[in-house]
């Protein structure tokens, strides 16, 4: 039985109750709102007029049964659908209950508590759906098996709550600032150390110039694309941002150009691949910094190990309207940054975020991009099965 002091009892006896509704989002805001016609204060919360807020529908146990609420409401004061598209009410805990609206002092019987699912706006409002706390007994336990990893990057624990990544992001996580946008998710990027020799396993980008009118062996007129990958130890490193060259024709045409590529050594590096082409394909391996594309390297070569150092990873905003949304990295160039979904709000030029190199769970990402193997949470070397249990 539900403590309750014996004034509540008596208003609700009396039927002068009304629906109090507190949610904790996931960032620890508050937000309480009444389907009464006037502000209500209990404790440090003012429980606001939710113009609409009906079709409360509780289902209570009194076992251990999954207990579930939906609730809608026409309007709801702060709440913003950019906020549910940003995923602010992912998780966010909710109390409902009810209270006296003539003496307020008295408390709340709270009926319900549990955690939102599910957050939806539709034309004629919000619409909530939650579980009660007692959801957890419902969730598998256990690990479970798959040939690529099952841990999110730098998770002390598995979503089944036993080992995790445990890598430390710090030296994998950059600052950046946005500086010219082509959409809402296509952004031009300035960050600082990114692309320099003190990259964790990633080159510089490399500089590429372009010599005109070669005769004999050249590149036909064209754009050109670069990156290279540093062997340390016989592991080979991520790739550096793409370098971008151009080759124009010639007047008359009689030749064509060349393009010369150099870049910063990086410590215990033993060799360099240079990979090219729009697919980043293996053009040559050399042991200099320097390398002169005249077409006659290898073609249809091999793709990067890891490719876009970015790719997969976690960008999350520090400053402007987004500031603490999080979205991931489809790709980062030098030709820029596109995001793999939208945040749930615009951000502006000059805007700054933070993004964490990606990782695409494999053994060999493991190992030689993050030095992280003993920790690897896949099972590469079974035996390939229909179904990964």
Not at 43 to 67: D, F, H, Q, R, W
Not at 364 to 378: E, H, P, S
Request: glycine share 12%.
């Amino acid at each position: 039985m539900k403590n309750i002091s014996t004034q509540l009892a008596a208003d609700i006896a009396a039927g002068v109750v009304c629906t109090a509704m507190l949610v904790t989002r996931t960032d620890g805001t508050m937000l309480a709102y009444t389907d009464h016609d006037a502000p209500l204060a209990y404790g440090s919360e003012v429980y606001t007029p939710a113009p609409g807020l009906s079709g409360i529908k509780l289902t209570i146990t009194n076992n251990a049964a999954v207990g579930t609420v939906q609730a809608r409401a026409a309007w709801l004061p702060v709440l913003q659908e950019s906020d549910i598209l940003s995923g602010l009410y992912d998780n966010a805990q909710i109390k409902i209950g009810a209270m006296s609206w003539k003496n307020p002092s008295y408390g709340i019987l709270w009926l319900f508590s549990g955690m939102l699912g599910t957050v939806t706006s539709t034309a004629d409002g919000f619409q909530a759906e939650a579980q009660s706390a007692l959801w957890v007994l419902q969730r598998p336990l256990g690990v479970y098996i798959t040939p690529t990893c099952r841990h999110t990057l730098g998770s002390t624990t598995d979503p089944q709550g036993v080992w995790g990544c445990q890598l430390d992001l710090a030296p994998y996580t950059y600052s950046g600032t946005i500086t010219a946008m082509s959409n809402s998710m296509a952004w031009t990027v300035s960050i600082p150390g990114y692309g320099s020799a003190g990259t964790p396993n990633t080159p510089a980008a490399p500089t590429a110039s372009v010599t005109q009118n070669i005769v004999g062996q050249y590149l036909a007129p064209g754009t050109y694309h670069y990156s290279v990958s540093a062997v340390v130890g016989g592991q080979e490193s991520s790739t550096s941002p793409i370098t971008t060259a151009v080759v124009q024709p010639n007047n008359p045409p009689t030749g064509g150009g060349e393009v010369t590529l150099s870049w910063a050594p990086v410590a215990g590096a033993t060799a360099y691949n240079v990979y090219g082409n729009t697919a980043q394909q293996l053009l040559a391996t050399v042991t200099g910094t320097t390398w002169t594309d005249n077409g006659t390297g290898a073609q249809g070569g091999s793709p990067p190990l890891f490719g876009d150092f970015f790719a997969q990873g976690i960008l999350t905003m520090t400053s402007g309207a987004a500031s603490g949304l999080k979205t991931n990295v489809k790709t980062m160039t030098s030709a820029g940054l596109q995001l793999l979904l939208p945040l749930g709000r615009t951000p502006a030029v000059g805007d700054t975020f933070t993004v964490s190199a990606g990782c695409a769970k494999t053994a060999a990402t493991c190992q030689y991009k993050f030095n992280n193997l003993v920790n690897f949470g896949g099972f590469p070397d079974l035996t390939p099965q229909r179904n990964w249990m």
